[in-house]
């Protein structure tokens, strides 16, 4: 897995938004199983005060003493999910969001064993769960979200695995990973047909 991704990211270049708003980093975990790779999401406590019941991706906000935001997405995904960042190997950055809060959320791929315990931290996370990246690359979606984003219009895939529901700016830093990584042509500029 991490060749495959070294190899089809190596070339990709992330947009970057020049905005000057508070960073977040976040990881878009990829188990290293080279025949059936999953990705790694979580779902927000409800307690939380923002985002809360929300599936997400590991990360946050990133703190002064951060070297870097993929430090960021390393620290807040241990915080959150019990990952050590001995354990990811971070491949390359994914283009850049915006969240409903105003924050500049900045993307890490990282490759992570498939088998490592994950122990969601209960004050954050309600839970942890794997989706195979071979059911996105089918395209199921529950229903196409339009959203809006400085001045254009993005149609948004919703997925749907088990309880979840994955949409909003994780489904857009997933639709990136796919067209990234597997060429998946899916369109958030257009509407579906």
């Known amino acids: 897995m991490h060749d495959l991704l070294t190899e089809r990211l190596s070339s990709?270049?992330?947009?970057?938004?020049?905005?000057?708003?508070?960073?977040?980093?976040?990881?878009?975990?990829?188990t290293d199983n080279p025949r059936d790779p999953e990705m790694i999401f979580t779902l927000?406590?409800?307690?939380l005060k923002t985002h809360r019941g929300q599936v997400a991706y590991p990360g946050g906000k990133r703190d002064p003493s951060d070297a870097?935001?993929?430090?960021t997405a390393l620290r807040e995904t241990y915080e959150e999910i019990g990952l050590p960042p001995d354990q990811v190997k971070v491949i390359a950055r994914l283009s850049?969001?915006?969240?409903?809060?105003?924050?500049?959320v900045t993307p890490y791929v990282g490759v992570v064993p498939g088998d490592h315990p994950l122990e969601p931290n209960p004050a954050e996370i309600e839970s942890v769960f794997r989706v195979p990246?071979?059911?996105?690359?089918?395209?199921?979606?529950?229903?196409?979200?339009?959203?809006?984003?400085?001045?254009?219009?993005l149609f948004v895939p919703c997925y749907r695995w088990d309880r979840y529901q994955i949409w909003g700016l994780s489904a857009v830093v997933l639709v990136d990973f796919l067209n990234a990584v597997y060429d998946a042509k899916i369109d958030i500029l257009e509407p579906p047909k």
């Open 12 to 30: 990709y270049a992330p947009r970057q938004l020049a905005l000057d708003y508070p960073e977040a980093g976040i990881l878009v975990p990829v």
């Open 44 to 47: 927000r406590s409800s307690n």
């Open 68 to 71: 870097s935001l993929a430090a």
């Open 96 to 104: 850049q969001v915006m969240s409903l809060h105003r924050i500049l």
């Open 133 to 153: 990246i071979s059911y996105f690359l089918e395209d199921k979606r529950e229903r196409t979200d339009t959203l809006s984003f400085l001045n254009s219009t």
